[in-house]
Each structure stands twice: as C-alpha cells, then as structure tokens.
C-alpha cells in the first residue's frame, strides 16, 4: 500500500491550515485508490511533534540523530510514500515552523513525492513557489496540480483571530484528485526507486 502524508505546516494556535487539511483528509477518502484499499492518507500535525528550533549537533545528511524529538520526527516521515504539505503563506513564503521541521531531516525525505494545497489572501500560491525549490534539494518530485485555497471565496471568515469554516469552491476537489492521481503514480514509482538503491548497497 501507498502512504500519503497530509502535513499540517503550521504550529499557529487557532490555525486555518488544520481546517484546510482536515477538508483534505476528507475529500482524499473519497478518491477511488483510497476506496479501493491501494492508497492510504493520513494527518500529520507538525505541532504534535514538539519540534524546537533545529537543535541537532550534526547535519540531517549525516543521518545522526541524538534528541528523542528528530528521532519520532524522522521516524513518522520515513513511514511514508509521498506528501501532500498543507501551509499558509506568511509574508510571501511559507511558515517558519514548516521549513524547521523539513530541516531536522534529509534521507527520510528523499526519492519521494509531494503535491501541495496552500491558502492566504492569494490563495498562497507565493509560498508554495518556495516549497518546490526546497523539495528540489531534497530530492522530493513535486506534481505540478496544486489546490490554491483562497481566504475569501474558500473560507466562511467571521472573526479573523479565528480559523473559520471551509467552504471549498467547487473546482477545488477535483483539483486534489488531480493533485493526488499524479501523486500516487510518482510516489508508487519512486517507491522503485528507493528499493533498487537498498537492493544495491545491501
């Protein structure tokens, strides 16, 4: 089975972004692979983690991890297939907590896939942007579909201080359909990938 990843990047209190991969957790239950039993999609909350700005001794590309944090951390993310990272945009890229929690590793993120669902007053598109070349680094394949959530027309927003309710656009489920078939074929090919290299240095 496939193992897809809903990562929540942001550690804000009162975050949208949860709402927005809850909504996505939902919706991705009712994409056929997941029906089927081929593919499962799970939440992964960065906040649940406790991660503290990096305080590793060594580099992630060593692989040596000492705190019992990096350890769970690394441990939960080598779990899985491919990632669908779920972030706001703050001030034109994504969050800080995020880009803290993608640097604590580096093997466990690599020869993998990602798609991306973002949200702000721009749909959060700027930060994503960012994402991707990050990614790169880390040799994650990001599909190009990505679910764009606009503060405006896909939230009902009442109080700003609060996440609100998810009022998705129509368009925006078969979006992350798309997101998710490209998804599940590049995570399933790269799972080849990763299997032919430990077959090698075995």
């Known amino acids: 089975m496939t193992r897809i990843a809903v990562i929540v990047g942001s550690t804000r209190p009162q975050r949208r972004t949860l709402v927005a991969a809850q909504w996505a957790l939902e919706a991705a239950g009712r994409h056929s692979a997941v029906k089927n039993g ?26 040596e991890y000492s705190n ?10 080598g779990s899985f297939d491919g990632f669908i990272f779920v972030t706001p945009e703050y001030n034109h890229s994504y969050a800080g907590s995020l880009k ?51 503060a405006f027309t896909d939230f009902a927003i009442t ?22 078939d490209d998804l599940i074929l590049w995570s399933g090919a790269l799972k080849q990938v990763r299997e032919a290299q430990a077959a090698a240095s075995a």
């Not at 960065?46 to 590793?56: R, W």
């Open 159 to 180: 109080d700003p201080t609060l996440p609100g309710d998810i009022t998705p656009g129509e368009h925006q489920e078969p979006t992350l359909f798309e997101l998710l």
């Open 38 to 63: 081929e593919v499962s999609v799970e939440l992964v909350d960065v906040a649940d983690f406790g991660l503290p700005l990096l305080d590793e001794q060594s580099p992630a590309a060593f692989g």
């Open 100 to 150: 803290n929690a993608i640097d604590y590793l580096h093997a466990e993120w690599g020869h993998k896939a990602a798609g991306f669902i973002s949200h702000g007053v721009h749909g959060g598109t700027r930060a994503v942007e960012h994402l991707r070349a990050v990614m790169a680094e880390l040799k994650v394949a990001t599909v190009s579909s990505q679910v764009a959530l606009n």
């Open 68 to 77: 019992e944090h990096t350890k769970r951390w690394a441990q939960a993310i």
